[in-house]
């Protein structure tokens, strides 16, 4: 492991332009249907974070012929019929959405499979995408009953079922739409809180259907799909770093371009707007995914409530959207979140205990948190927790600290942002 990462506040505002690196769950998406399509898929700014490198890696283990050229990949699609068995584990590495997509997948392919990741992937919960797939009739499980990894599936002869999500997953009903659309017949999947839409979007844009009334989606099986070229915007997830570190640090003006504005995703927008932000956002095409450019300024914050049908549309960006709180004044009350405790790491424990040493008032709660602002931060020792986003708030939180910070597991940030420490400095040399 790397020695602690060194963060000292230069006492400087952030300016300039930047392109953020590409969406994760759309690249991850991109591989995933590219490898089932039939014909060619060229994917244009694709995230080489290590997650998207894992979804890589294991569909060249199914036997996926895919090139990889600086931003750019090729996959090389036959269908669903030629995936093969693969003559050895698929390791997920880090990767929540590779695990539950892929079972979505393996599901319906006649042959043994295991998956496997990281201590941390060993953790998280698989029988939300594990239970439901039995009922398709594949033959899957796992370590407690199908719960945790490894998981080994013996797939095949699929039929379609009705499923309602118990929890808001986009991962769970991905598996689900990916499992519908090698079944017999109609899969129905009711989702009562809208997440991330990007499979089904991505399904049209591999020449498929699949059709959405009211909160039920339906898909039909043994669809053919299509190669395509897909443009992947830049991450929202990615970019909130520097929309939340723009607001808070004094003297800045930061604007980021081509960042997707799927409104499945731009609940922190949304947040940052109440809270008092001087954030302006200007969409310049709503083909496929919405693409747009963001402009954030210092600004002066006031805490505010978030809960209810906005928190899956802002899940990954809570720990930063913690650290935003510390830095308004008064209350933010942070509820209806606990999908948070089974993320990369439980991301209540960690941002209430990192953020905490650097002075930030936080209280954890068994659904969020609640943190009081405005406090002033000050150096100190932290951790990511292997967890690349709690890693990227702990570093924004350096530019505020009144001496130096010192992050252990810095490696972290390659998981979905590999650039980011280079990010940073770029805006603050402008
Ligand atoms: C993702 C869905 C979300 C999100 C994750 C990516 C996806 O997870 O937190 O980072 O690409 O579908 P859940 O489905 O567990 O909410």
């Known amino acids: 492991m790397e020695p602690k990462k060194r963060l000292s506040n230069p006492n400087i505002g952030l300016n300039g332009e930047l392109h953020v690196p590409g969406d994760k769950s759309i690249s991850h998406r991109s591989i995933m249907f590219g490898s089932v399509a039939e014909g060619k898929t060229v ?25 990889v050229s600086k931003d750019e990949v090729t996959v090389y699609g036959k269908g669903w019929d030629h995936l ?5 584990i698929l390791d997920v590495g880090n990767s929540g959405t590779t695990t539950r997509l892929i079972m979505g997948i393996l599901s319906g392919r006649p042959f043994h499979s295991v998956l496997i990741g990281d201590p941390s992937i060993a953790r998280r919960p698989m029988k939300r995408v594990t239970e439901p797939l039995k009922q398709f009739g594949t033959v899957i499980d796992g370590r407690s009953g199908g719960n945790f990894t490894p998981i080994s599936i013996r797939g095949g002869n699929l039929k379609g079922i009705h499923y309602s999500l118990p929890v808001a997953s986009a991962q769970v009903k991905s598996a689900l739409i990916l499992a519908g659309l090698q079944a017999e017949g109609m899969t129905e999947i009711v989702e009562r809180e809208q997440t991330r839409n990007h499979t089904e979007k991505m399904i049209v844009e591999f020449g498929g259907t699949i059709e959405k009334h009211g909160d039920t989606i339906k898909v039909k099986g043994g669809q053919v799909l299509k190669g395509t070229e897909i443009y992947v915007p830049g991450d929202i997830s990615s970019a909130a770093f520097f929309m939340v570190a723009a607001a808070i640090v004094p003297d800045s003006r930061v604007l980021l371009k081509n960042v997707g504005l799927n409104e499945t995703r731009t609940g922190i927008v949304e947040v940052m707007k109440k809270m008092g932000a001087s954030i ?28 209810g049908d906005l928190i899956p549309s ?10 935003l709180a510390s830095q308004a004044e008064g209350k933010t009350v942070i509820k209806d979140a ?10 209540i424990d ?11 008032n936080i209280q954890g709660t068994d659904d969020g948190m609640i943190i009081e602002g405005k406090t002033p931060l000050h150096g100190g020792e932290v951790h990511s927790w292997g967890d690349h986003r709690i890693g990227m708030t702990l570093a924004v939180a350096s530019l505020l600290t009144d001496s130096d910070v010192y992050l252990e597991d810095a490696e972290a940030v390659k998981i979905s942002y590999p650039t980011f420490f280079e990010h940073i400095n770029q805006l603050l040399m402008k």
């Open 280 to 307: 302006e956002v200007m969409e310049k095409s709503n083909e496929g995914e919405p693409v747009g450019d963001i402009l954030v300024q210092t600004s002066n914050l006031t805490g505010i409530e978030i809960g």
């Open 43 to 67: 994917i244009h700014n694709f995230l080489m974070g290590e997650d998207c490198l894992s979804t890589i890696s294991c569909f060249r283990k199914l036997g996926v012929e895919i090139e």
């Open 338 to 347: 606990e999908e948070l405790k089974v993320k990369e790491t439980n991301r």
């Open 84 to 88: 093969k068995e693969p003559s050895d």
């Open 350 to 360: 960690a941002v209430v205990k990192e953020l905490g040493k650097l002075g930030a």
């Open 314 to 323: 802002l899940i990954d960006e809570i720990p930063i959207i913690a650290l």
